[in-house]
Every structure is written in structure tokens, then in C-alpha cells.
């Protein structure tokens, strides 16, 4: 079967640090994207891991563990404005190679 | 700019209604998708297709159908609304390929509420 896990909720405050966890079981992997979503807009593409290890882009950075099935979402001197979902998303292989498969999302509420 | 637009931000329809609900998307991307996004369920896949007038369902076709008659234009239809299908609706693009790091790029959804 297909099961991605993320939490649901997480708080911090501004300027401290925040892991976002994804656990996954799937049948086969072709990568893993995250998204952030804020309340009531579009999601939009953070990042992509397809080989294990960490992958940095500015304050965010996401790390991959294929053998654990395990992906974190880092996000550094957190703003008020990462208020938002974050979204797992794995690609597994299939026939059109392109549809991905959601975890239902972690809310980070960000607190002054 | 990557721009992927729907047709409506809110819509509210009738059951049994037939209803449409329109995507475009500006980038010449080959695979177009929709999902429907509800609370505590997160993102799910209805259909989605790889090219012009091809379509492959997803986890959750029932009620559903689409179409894709141009490459930039991709709609979803209930035919026969009913009102487990008030949801927000999201649809979206990529370039076509299996091991490359190409995102989904996403439309700012449509509000459907059947009444």
C-alpha cells in the first residue's frame, strides 16, 4: 500500500528552528518534494530529494533517507510569514511516471 | 512566470447538477492533474493525463470525469453533483519525465460548494 505520515500540527516561535518530519510507505520511489501551502492559496514547490542526503536552499533545507523511508523538512530563523501547511509528496514509479502521492500536511503555526 | 489558472475561486451549484470545472496553464506542460483537498484528508488524486485527449484516474475517480482536448486545457466534471463533493478543488501541471526534478505547479483552487 501507499502511507505517507507527517504531524499534523507544530508550533515555534520566530527565529528559532523547526523539523518537519515525513515517514513513508510506498511501492517503489522516484523522489520526494515539499510544498508550502498558506491558508487559502495555491501550494507552491519548496524542494526535491531523489538521493540521500541534505539539500539546501536558504533558510529551508530537506533531507532524505530512502533506506529509512524518511524525509525532514528544516526550516531555519523561522518568519512569521512560514505560518503555512508543509506537504510531503512522494513520486512512485508508475506507467506516466508523474502522478505524486500527498501526505495530508503539517500546519506550522509561527508565534512572535 | 508559471501560471496555472481555474476558471472560478468560488463556485456553489445544485445536486444533480453537471458541473465544470476549467484549468489552463501557460507553460506547454504535457501532464495536467486534478486533486481535491479537504480537511484532515490532505491532497487527493482524481484523475490526471500525460497528453491531449489521454486521461489515467487516480485514487478517487468516482463521480468524476474529465477531458483534455487541447494541450493547455484540462476540465473536470461531476456529472451529477452531489454534496459529498463540496471540497476545494486544486489543479496542476508538469513537464512530462519520470526521473526529473520537475514540481507540480498548482492553480489556486476552486471552492466548490453543492447545495
Known amino acids: 500500500g501507499q502511507n505517507i505520515d507527517q504531524p499534523t500540527e507544530m508550533t515555534a516561535t520566530e527565529g528559532a528552528i523547526v523539523q518537519i518530519n515525513c515517514t513513508y510507505q510506498t511501492s517503489g520511489f522516484n523522489g520526494l518534494f515539499w510544498y508550502q501551502q498558506h491558508a487559502g492559496e495555491a501550494p507552491t514547490f519548496l524542494s526535491y530529494n531523489v538521493l540521500d542526503g541534505l539539500e539546501e536552499k536558504g533558510r529551508f533545507s530537506s533531507f532524505l533517507s530512502r533506506s529509512k523511508g524518511y524525509s525532514y523538512l528544516l526550516l531555519k530563523e523561522l518568519q512569521m510569514k512560514d505560518s503555512a501547511s508543509y506537504l510531503c509528496a512522494v513520486r512512485p514509479p508508475n506507467q506516466a511516471g508523474t502522478a505524486l502521492i500527498f501526505g495530508k500536511g503539517t500546519t506550522l503555526s509561527v508565534s512572535s | 512566470d508559471v501560471k496555472v489558472t481555474q476558471s472560478s475561486r468560488y463556485l456553489v451549484k445544485r445536486t444533480g447538477e453537471k458541473v465544470f470545472l476549467e484549468c489552463v496553464q501557460d507553460m506547454d506542460h504535457e501532464n495536467m492533474f486534478w486533486y481535491r483537498q479537504d480537511p484532515g484528508l490532505g491532497l487527493r488524486l482524481i484523475y490526471f493525463s500525460y497528453d491531449v485527449k489521454m486521461k489515467e484516474k487516480g485514487d478517487i475517480p468516482e463521480g468524476y470525469s474529465v477531458s483534455r482536448e487541447k494541450k493547455e486545457r484540462f476540465s473536470l466534471i461531476l456529472e451529477s453533483a452531489s454534496t459529498n463533493q463540496t471540497s476545494m478543488y486544486l489543479c496542476?501541471?508538469?513537464?512530462?519525465?519520470?526521473?526529473?526534478?520537475?514540481?507540480?505547479?498548482f492553480g489556486d483552487g476552486t471552492r466548490l460548494s453543492i447545495l
Open positions: 496542476a501541471s508538469s513537464l512530462r519525465g519520470r526521473r526529473i526534478n520537475q514540481p507540480q505547479h
